[in-house]
T-cell receptor
């Protein structure tokens, strides 16, 4: 079963506007972590933001914030004041306890974001 | 500080040839290590992960194998490459026993099997 679902294959946003990238997850483990990564065309994977399952407040890192709705099992990434350099693939990921006793990271299929000038 | 090195950056290999991709981590000990593959325009597929020397877990049955001969060295191998093995291979590490640590990725290897 798909553990991480990103339903938006592609998104477009005007420069300086905000954009929300959707992510829903599925786990029965009470302890888990949610992550967002950015992958520019160069291929490197850049860690953006983390939200823990027990965190009471939404995580924020500069222009990035995570809209965490635990009951709905969603962890949407909000990018405020988009910049041309934000154009990239964005991946949502989760670490939860696998059957082998290790916290295995799984990734969604990604959302391609294009920022227009 | 911790760093992860992955090489080569690009590789073009004929079908049926062997493969060896190497990944090393510096500045930490006993990390969890991972190999991911990313097909063009797709998400990341976990291939192997390791929680210690000689301990390898395979997520996807295929003609690839992994080994961890030293604590901070992770090797991805194949005896005979297939066309379907083409893709972008990423090595990553995290500290042990932690669900709140992000993956730290190498710069990746772009493999083209011809």
């Amino acid at each position: 079963a798909q553990k991480i679902t990103q339903t938006q294959p592609g998104m477009f946003v005007q420069e300086k506007e905000a954009v929300t990238l959707d992510c829903t997850y599925d786990t029965s483990d009470p302890s888990y972590g949610l992550f967002w990564y950015k992958q520019p065309s160069s291929g490197e994977m850049i860690f953006l933001i983390y939200q823990g399952s027990y965190d009471q407040q939404n995580a924020t890192e500069g222009r990035y914030s995570l809209n965490f709705q635990k009951a709905r099992k969603s962890a949407n990434l909000v990018i405020s004041a988009s910049q041309l350099g934000d154009s990239a693939m964005y991946f949502c990921a989760m670490r939860d306890l696998a059957s082998g006793g290790s916290y295995i990271p799984t990734f969604g299929r990604g959302t391609s974001l294009i920022v227009h000038p | 500080s911790q760093t992860i090195h992955q090489w080569p950056a690009t590789l073009v290999q004929p079908v049926g040839s062997p493969l060896s991709l190497e990944c090393t981590v510096e500045g930490t000990s006993n990390p969890n290590l991972y190999w991911y593959r990313q097909a063009a325009g797709r998400g990341l597929q976990l291939l192997f992960y390791s929680v210690g020397i000689g301990q390898i877990s395979s997520e996807v049955p295929q003609n690839l194998s992994a080994s961890r001969p030293q604590d901070r060295q992770f090797i991805l191998s194949s005896k005979k490459l297939l066309l379907s093995d083409s893709g972008f291979y990423l090595c990553a590490w995290t500290p042990q026993l932690s669900y709140n640590s992000p993956l730290h990725f190498g710069n990746g290897t772009r493999l083209t099997v011809t």
